[in-house]
């Protein structure tokens, strides 16, 4: 059983950065794909970015590549997405999940590949 907790949300201006944590519980947090998607209001929920057990990583090429860059830490069972450049778009709630493996990058884009979920954490992003 994986437990997350999303952090790093808030309120920042076009131009600006963030960065979110995804803090885990559990054991053999290392052995787990760590990704994060973002859901807009009246919007389904997207893929972001996801980072293998090694740090491999894959973006969503048209939103998220050459602005946000994800790490981790496995000594400190966390994933941080550090989000460049923000613009009103990027406005959404953020959620982290986590799905024990790894994958080629089509299949971290689908939600019903990931078995655990965060509560998410909103980031909004003013003109």
């Known amino acids: 059983q994986v437990q997350l907790v999303e952090s790093g949300g808030g309120l920042v201006q076009a131009g600006g950065s963030l960065r979110l944590s995804c803090a885990a519980s559990g054991s053999a947090f290392s052995m787990y794909s760590i990704g994060w998607f973002r859901q807009a209001p009246g919007k389904e929920r997207e893929f972001v970015a996801a980072i293998r057990e090694l740090g491999g990583t894959t973006y969503n090429k048209d939103s998220a590549k050459g602005r946000f860059t994800l790490s981790r830490d496995n000594a400190e069972n966390t994933v941080y997405l550090q989000m460049n450049s923000l613009n009103v778009e990027d406005t959404a709630v953020y959620y982290c999940?986590?799905?024990?493996?790894?994958?080629?990058?089509?299949?971290?884009?689908?939600?019903?590949?990931?078995?655990?979920w965060g509560q998410g954490t909103q980031v909004t992003v003013s003109s």
């Open positions: 999940a986590a799905v024990l493996g790894t994958y080629y990058d089509e299949y971290y884009y689908r939600q019903q590949t990931w078995t655990y």
